[in-house]
């Protein structure tokens, strides 16, 4: 099932389920518990991201090909940040660069996001997969400078500018994508590929992550886990390629969709 969340004409919010003719029909229940697809055609004004997480923890340096070309040795252990639920920007609205907090080195990043369904603490890889509701389309939207060089050695400020996180379009659940290890995913700005590679270069495939992340730590239902990226982001490439006004990124993944966001200045 394809799940979105989105505005009515009256400015309300729902969810609804996309059908193959591109309709949508309402989701009634909870998300994350019992619910069911009704008959109603939803009033779809605006999509809005799938999820309002409430918590959305990230990894770093998680394809091996990415780390490569980052000059970075293979972690141990999975590298985690958050970004704060702040920065969830929806489909189709603009990552915005930072002006305040000025930025010139804004990158992108295609990411594959876990969406979690229940309540998980200390679980095992084993059965890891049974939390997952499922998953969407992440763009980790980066400001290189801030990570790099101002941040105070941490990540976390570049990341997390408002609009850093777009997700969408919809959710997929976890009976359409058996295996999230094998998939296609993409990065396109303006129509031009910069990344194409698959998630089975992670380094820490999805049920070690949940594993890891749930260790000693409670994973609340409408966590996001944001997976990392392949290689092919903009601070690797010659000449460097940052996100300027008027660009249009789109995340492609097999199996989910596109998510696409076009970028202007802070107002």
């Known amino acids: 099932m394809k799940i979105i969340r989105h505005l009515d004409s009256h400015g309300k919010i729902g969810y609804a389920a996309r059908q193959s003719d591109g309709s949508f029909c309402v989701l009634n229940g909870d998300l994350f ?3 069911h697809m009704t008959e109603e055609k ?3 004004a605006k999509l809005l991201s799938p999820i309002a997480p409430v918590s959305i923890p990230c990894i770093g340096l ?7 070309e980052s000059g970075a040795p293979i972690p141990t252990w999975p590298v985690v940040f958050h970004k704060p639920i702040s920065a969830v920007q929806n489909p189709g609205d603009a ?4 002006t305040k907090l000025a930025s010139h080195q804004v990158d992108y990043e295609c990411e594959l996001a876990i969406i979690i369904g229940k309540r998980a603490k200390n679980v095992s890889k084993a059965n890891a997969l049974d939390y997952v509701l499922g998953y969407t389309c992440a763009n980790d939207v980066s400001a290189r400078d801030w990570q790099r060089e101002w941040g105070g050695s941490q990540w976390c400020r570049g990341k997390s500018f408002d609009t850093f996180c ?3 379009p919809w959710i997929v659940t976890t009976d359409e994508i058996p295996n999230p290890n094998a998939l296609q995913i993409k990065t396109l700005i303006n129509g031009e590929v910069l990344q194409d590679w698959n998630t089975n270069d992670m ?11 749930s260790g000693s730590t409670t994973l609340l239902p409408g966590t996001v886990i944001l997976t990392g990226t392949p290689h092919g982001v ?3 490439r010659d000449p460097k ?3 300027i006004p008027g660009d249009e990124v789109s995340i492609e993944i097999e199996g989910i969709g596109t998510l696409t966001n076009p970028v202007i200045n802070e107002a």
């Open 33 to 35: 518990g019992e619910y």
């Open 42 to 44: 939803a009033n779809v």
């Open 62 to 68: 998680n394809y091996r090909h990415h780390a490569a």
């Open 95 to 98: 990552i915005e660069l930072p």
């Open 166 to 168: 777009p997700l969408g």
């Open 203 to 213: 380094i820490f495939d999805v049920p070690t992550l949940i594993e890891f992340l």
């Open 234 to 236: 903009g601070m690797a």
């Open 241 to 243: 390629r940052w996100l």
